[in-house]
């Protein structure tokens, strides 16, 4: 990725981790609607824009190889991201996508664990423990996603639930791997309901979050770990959750699907 001078990524002075805002497109788009999304993205970011934030792109597999092209010809400095993969290396697997075809293509991150995969694919903490080590066995990033429901939360369980998590999508992991990882924290009842947590909601999650971490894998992976908040993130309200405290990116859905809105909410910083 090339950067004007002066306009190169940036850490957060304030933690020294290096932001990344997502967009999760699920299963929208075709591969001619993608590129012209990316295409329109691209004119609305200025140089400036990049150097607060890395941008990642999460389309369906099937616009990978188009915005791979795009991105590498145009020189365009977004990182290009899958929303899934099959953590065996090759076989017979009808339908499913192995870590090494996404790496070929020059994915760099790889979001695991999704609460719609846990819920309508029957994703397990044991499956999503094995996609990240498939993910880092192909050296991209996986983007674990954690999170309660509404029912747990109110029963008071939602350290439980993302403790249990954390502990499962990284058990095994190397310590060194997993300082590199990113989680996103995104409560169930803020997913696609227009039921946006506030800040103070994302820096709790982003803490016991980060708290398993620690407890798991020592402070300095702790410190170094990225934890996005994701669920129902519009331009709005965009400024005030990346602002808050253990906050290090967004993972946006449905409005990563408007160009101008995704590049208000890239731009909110
Ligand atoms: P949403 O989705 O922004 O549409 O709520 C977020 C996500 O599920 O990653």
Not at 20 to 40: R, Y
Not at 89 to 114: C, D, P, W
Not at 137 to 156: F, K, L, N, Y
């Amino acid at each position: 990725m090339s950067a004007k001078k002066g306009y190169e990524l940036k850490p957060n002075p304030a933690t020294g981790r290096y932001r990344l805002i997502s967009g999760n497109w699920k299963m929208n788009l075709n591969h001619l609607e993608a590129i012209s999304i990316v295409q329109k993205l691209y004119f609305e970011l200025r140089d400036v824009d990049y150097a607060f934030s890395e941008i990642s792109i999460h389309p369906p597999a099937t616009s990978l190889r188009s915005l791979q092209l795009l991105i590498e010809s145009d020189r365009m400095r977004f990182s290009l991201g899958a929303q899934n993969l099959y953590f065996e290396q090759k076989g017979a697997f009808t339908g499913e996508i192995s870590a090494s075809m996404l790496s070929k293509l020059n994915v760099r991150y790889v979001i695991v664990g999704h609460s719609e995969r846990r819920k309508f694919f029957g994703e397990t903490d044991e499956i999503v423990n094995k996609k990240v080590a498939a993910t880092f066995g192909e050296a991209m990033t996986p983007i674990v996603c954690v999170g309660e429901s509404m029912q747990e939360r109110e029963d008071g369980k939602t350290d439980d639930v993302l403790s249990q998590q954390v502990r499962g999508a990284f058990g095994e992991i190397a310590p060194e791997l997993v300082a590199k990882a990113v989680v996103a924290y995104e409560p169930i009842w803020a997913i696609g309901t227009g039921l946006v947590a506030t800040p103070e909601d994302a820096s709790s999650g982003a803490s016991l979050i980060r708290d398993e971490i620690e407890r798991n894998f020592g402070v300095e992976v702790a410190n170094s770990v990225r934890i996005q908040y994701g669920g129902s993130v519009t331009p709005t309200t965009a400024a005030e959750l990346l602002a808050a405290d253990g906050v290090d990116g967004l993972l946006v859905g449905g409005a990563s699907l408007d160009a101008e809105a995704f590049a208000r909410i890239v731009r909110s910083l």
